[in-house]
Structures are given as structure tokens and as C-alpha cells.
């Protein structure tokens, strides 16, 4: 749809004083979209305004967002309270350099993190995104061997299948062959990888052993393992049994690596506990979290490691982490990290997700029926559809929102992440609307 038809068909111009011809049309031909060419091949959709779980368009429709602005909006768009405390901040302190100075929402929040997360997870990093963070935690454990007297173990162990984000390092870490960076293989570093973890407690044992093994072959040159716990997100929405993450653990204890657990699609409640790598009991040594930190309103990322690891690693020669983004702990960020936690820990979250796994089991149900259809699986609030073939996202996504639903289909998935607010009758409407789109993809 070009910009002219948006005209004709929306009508709004005169009445908002918006062109949105003109502003479809330049953004076609000049605004880059995240994995997608420039010029666009299919106009984007233009959003004007959103509130609970729904997305308006110039013309007045609205869809429900099923994948809550990519797994962020967890609480739902314009949440009172997070946009009272980012309005609040913002009469008082838009931002201040992070260097020699503080803030009371940026401690504030670090405690309340150190008071969520996982047991020994005591230093907090605040990032602008979920890659960076990533990036944060590679150097830190690059420092911390460095310091404890191996230079040499420079490399990582990840998993096949894994996404770590999109900047050069995490970008190493990433799926080599299968994954969207694969255009890179010779440019990043090259790292060491595992079989993807098995969905099937009765194959863990085969692939333990293979875990094993290769640590123990690369154990010298090796810093620490990197995860995803429990769900491979945009490396093909996988879900493995939680035992393998006691597997990984095991690993670094025998080889003294670090536990690196990605916890930024997967933290604050989407596969049904606060953080996923609970449901196997397991403790890690350094954790990302990003996406649902502020419930979708600012950019904000956070690595968190134990208190080993922050004192070794700012050790050394350097004195310091040598890391540290302009943004960093941006105030209004930090108030709707604390906004966003603080409904997480006073909510319902529990009930919410354990609510939208079971209408996501009803409603994706008829997906099996689908020609084409190889998997249908559902874990926490993620619901997935699987192709035997790359799914028709054009298609696929027009079927979607002549349901009045948004998603964003990619490679052989159609997937929905979407709020834990989302009411019963929405979460049907996301799941009919999911089985189409696979049924015209």
C-alpha cells in the first residue's frame, strides 16, 4: 500500500494535519526497518496511538498487539503508573552522565534487581539494550579470566540455535550457520558451539555428553558458556528441557567457566517463573535482562554477575570495566524500570501468564489441522507455530490484521508473545488469528 492509497483511504490529513502520503512515502524510500531492505519492498504500517494491548491506526482500527512490541510491553501500552513515573522524572532529571555521578532511580532500581534476580547476583550494569548488555557481559568475562591468570581463554561455548543480539560480539555468539548472522562467519570471532539443547528430557543425556565433551576439548582457550534458559527466541522460538541448564552448570564448575544466562526475552515472567533459569534451580554467574525491564516504555538492558566475578574482573591492569555508554542509567529509563518491576511484584503476573498459556493451548489447537503446519508449542505466554517451509510474511500478516491482530512473522514461524494484560477474549482472537496467518503463509 503506497502512501497515496493511505490518503484516499484514511482521509485523516486534513483533519490531524498529518501527511501521512508524504510520511509513508519517504519512509519507504528512506527510513530503514529493522531486517529489511532500503527502500522498503512493502510499505509499513503507520501507528498513531496505543493504549492496553491495542495499536490505532490513522483510519481508526485498531489490532491487538499479539507480540507486545516485541516481548516488551508486558503491562500493556500507557500503563498509568509507569507513565506517571516517567512524567515525574522528567520534571526533575531527564538525564545526567553516569561518570563520577548517581541518581536515586538508577540505585534504586539496581536494588531491586539484585532483589529479584537470581541468589548471588549482586552487581548491576545498566545497558541502553539487550545487545549491548550482552556485549557488557563477554568483556567482563574476558576481564575476569584475563585477571585471574588466563589470557588465554578467549573464547565462548554457545548453543546452535542461540540469539544473542546484533552487535559484533554478541553477534559471535549467535547460531553460526542457521541464524540470521551467518553473512559474518570470518568476520566475528569464531566461537565454540553445542548442539541446540534437546525439547526431550529422554535425549538430555546424549547431548550432556556431548556438552561435556566438547568443554573438555576446548576447556583451555574457553571463558564461559553462553544460554538463552529454556527458549531460544529469535533463533527459531525453541523450547528445551530446563535439565540442560543444570548441564551447563556442571560444565563451568568442572572447567571454571562462567555461566552467562540471556535472560532478556525470557526474564520478568514470559515462560512462567520470574526468570526462566529458575525452573531448573539453576544459578548463574552473569545475567542479561532487557525487553520487559520497563514494561516497553524506554530502552533500558542491565547485566547483573556475583560479586566474584565484579571484583575480579575490575581488577587487573585496566583497574575498572572497561565499558561505559553515554546513556548509561538514563534517569527516565530508570524510573520506568522501577515502575514496571514495582507491577511485576504487586500484580498478577503468575496468574496472568499461567491464564494465557491456557488459552493459547485452546486456541492454537487447530493449527495441527493446518497443511504445512510441523509444530505447534506453547510455553508460558509464547505461543508458536511452526512451518515446514519460510513463512509468507506479507501474506501472513495481511490475514493477521484483517483479524484485528498484529504479529510479525519470521523465517517458518508465526509466533505471539503478547501482554500479560491481554483478556481471554483477546488471547483467542490472537491465537485464531496466528492459525491463519500460518494457514495463508
Known sequence: MTGTDWDRRVGLGATTGTDWGRLIDFDREHVWHPYAPSPLATASLPVVAASGVRLELPDGRQLIDG???????????????????VREQLSRLPHVMFGGLTHAPAVQLAERL?????????????????????EVALKVC??????????????????????????????????????????????????????????????????????????????????????????????????????CLSTLREVCDRHGLLLVLDE?????GRTGTLFASSAAGVLPDVMCVGKALTGGDMSLAAMLCTGEVARVASGGEAGCLMHGPTYMANPLA??????????????QWERDVRRIEKGLLESLGPARRVPGVKDVRVLGAIGVVQLDHPVDVASATRDAVARGVWLRPFRDLVYTMPPYITNDEDVAAIGEAVVAAAAAG
Not at 539484585?114 to 550482552?134: I, K, Q, R, T, Y
Not at 555428553?209 to 525453541?238: D, F, N
Open 67 to 85: 507480540m507486545a512490541s516485541w516481548w516488551t510491553a508486558v503491562h500493556g501500552y500507557r500503563h498509568p503508573v509507569i507513565d506517571a513515573a
Open 114 to 134: 539484585v532483589s529479584m534476580a537470581p541468589a548471588g547476583l549482586e552487581h548491576v550494569f545498566f545497558a541502553d539494550s539487550g545487545s549491548v548488555s550482552v
Open 142 to 243: 574476558l576481564q575476569y579470566q584475563r585477571n585471574n591468570g588466563h589470557p588465554e581463554r578467549r573464547k565462548f561455548l554457545a548453543l546452535e540455535g542461540g540469539y544473542h543480539g546484533d552487535t559484533l560480539g554478541a553477534m559471535s555468539v549467535c547460531d553460526p550457520v542457521g541464524g540470521m548472522h551467518r553473512l559474518w562467519t570470518g568476520v566475528v570471532t569464531e566461537q565454540v558451539f553445542a548442539p541446540r539443547p534437546p525439547a526431550r528430557s529422554e535425549d538430555r543425556a546424549q547431548w550432556a555428553a556431548t556438552i561435556h565433551g566438547l568443554a573438555s576439548q576446548h576447556a583451555g582457550k574457553l571463558a564461559a558458556v553462553v544460554a538463552e534458559p529454556l527458549v531460544q527466541g529469535a533463533g527459531g522460538m525453541w523450547f528445551y528441557d530446563p535439565a
Open 264 to 268: 532478556i526475552a525470557t526474564g520478568f
Open 334 to 347: 530508570c524510573a520506568a524500570g522501577l515502575a514496571s518491576t514495582e507491577l511485576l511484584l504487586s500484580g
